[in-house]
């Protein structure tokens, strides 16, 4: 003997409850997977790539700093012997022009005050 409810006007029939599972085909899922996992070593090898381009550029950089940290280094031990290196002299003879002509514009400037 089966039983039957009905609801609104419906006969139901007992049993699971839900969706009841779709029949996919089963190569069509297989080849779907296949293309997601193609799609996903893509994607891993594209980020490993973008890594990779940025630890090279952070590498580079590190090297210029070093460098330019060599090159202060030297220029302190030689003014603690009492040289001056060329470069400075030339940073300090043309930050003289730049604070001579800013003297010069800061003095006209307050004098039309």
């Keep these: 003997m089966k039983l039957y ?3 609104g006007g419906k006969v139901k029939k007992p049993g699971k409850r839900g ?10 899922k297989l ?11 893509a994607r891993k090898k594209l980020r490993y790539q973008y890594l990779e381009e940025l ?22 031990s030689a003014m603690d012997q009492g040289k001056i290196p060329s470069e400075i002299k030339a940073l300090l003879t043309g930050d003289d ?6 003297t010069c ?3 006209l400037s307050t004098s039309w005050r």
């Design 5 to 7: 409810s009905m609801v």
């Design 19 to 28: 969706r009841k599972p779709a029949k996919i085909d089963l190569k069509a």
């Design 31 to 41: 080849e779907r997977s296949r293309q997601s996992a193609r799609e996903c070593r």
């Design 55 to 76: 630890v090279s550029s952070k590498e580079r950089a590190i090297c210029a700093l070093r460098e330019e940290l060599e090159m202060y280094k030297q220029w302190c």
């Design 97 to 102: 022009q730049k604070t001579s002509q800013n």
């Design 105 to 107: 514009f800061d003095m």
